[in-house]
């Protein structure tokens, strides 16, 4: 029940696409769904985060679609650029626990 | 005002040797995380710890782990007699409150252990 499924493990994308990454949770406690971009040698950072009461959020090129009913929330990444090529994570809060899914390598050619 | 700094960022360990984890949180942050990032796998929670205190270490092995966050001072995961499964990327990262969901990471210490 803790578990965040999050596909695709990695995604080639070219420049100008849109990135899209999903996720899916099953435990209805977490109330709180962040994103984060990991470069090679480097700790995650905070990239942008939704709450369950909102079915949207945008931050400049980058979308949180939530589906509370589905259970799913995906991140967008529109006109993506080789500087967005990184690992990206999503993950749920509840409590004071934060859990991660397994991470999608993106690679933007130029 | 700096991040979080976590030393060294690599450390090599033959099997049944110590291994002790260094993090310095961010100035004024009270509240520590420890995750675990195996390799091609995401980041798997371990402990988090208040000054002085442990409040969840549920995500701690039960053996040879051990974490603390002292008054003064880095918090340390120590890691005794380590065994190849335990090289990993450790990450740190701290908080000002309980809000581990807004912590900032550090750059991590990757455990090889030989």
């Known amino acids: 029940q803790q578990q965040v499924k999050q596909s695709p493990q990695s995604l080639i994308v070219q420049k100008g696409g849109i990135s899209i990454i999903n996720c899916a949770y099953e435990?209805?406690?977490?109330?709180?769904f962040p994103w984060y971009q990991q470069f090679p040698g480097k700790g995650p950072a905070l990239l942008i985060a939704?709450?369950?009461?909102?079915s949207e959020k945008k931050e400049g090129r980058f979308t949180i679609s939530f589906n509370k009913s589905a259970k799913q929330f995906s991140l967008h990444i529109m006109d993506s650029q080789p500087g967005d090529s990184a690992t990206y994570f999503c993950?749920?809060?509840?409590?004071?626990?934060?859990?991660f899914g397994e991470g999608t390598q993106l690679t933007v050619n130029p | 005002n700096a991040g979080v700094m976590q030393n060294p960022r690599h450390l090599v360990r033959r099997r049944g040797q110590e291994a002790r984890l260094r993090c310095s949180p961010v100035?004024?942050?009270?509240?520590v995380y420890w995750y675990r990032q195996l390799p091609e796998e995401g980041l798997k929670f371990m402990v988090y710890?208040?000054?002085?205190?442990?409040?969840?270490e549920s995500g701690m092995p039960k053996e040879r782990f051990s974490a603390e966050f002292p008054k003064e001072g880095p918090s340390i995961l120590r890691i005794q007699q380590v065994v190849r499964g335990d090289s990993a990327a450790y990450f740190c990262?701290?908080?000002?409150?309980?809000?581990?969901?807004?912590?900032?990471f550090g750059q991590g210490t990757r455990l090889t252990v030989v």
């Open positions: 993950a749920a809060f509840s409590g004071s626990r934060l859990t």
């Open positions: 710890l208040q000054k002085e205190n442990i409040i969840d």
């Open positions: 939704i709450r369950p009461d909102v």
């Open positions: 100035k004024g942050h009270s509240h």
């Open positions: 990262a701290s908080s000002p409150g309980e809000l581990p969901h807004e912590a900032f």
């Open positions: 435990n209805t406690a977490f109330d709180y």
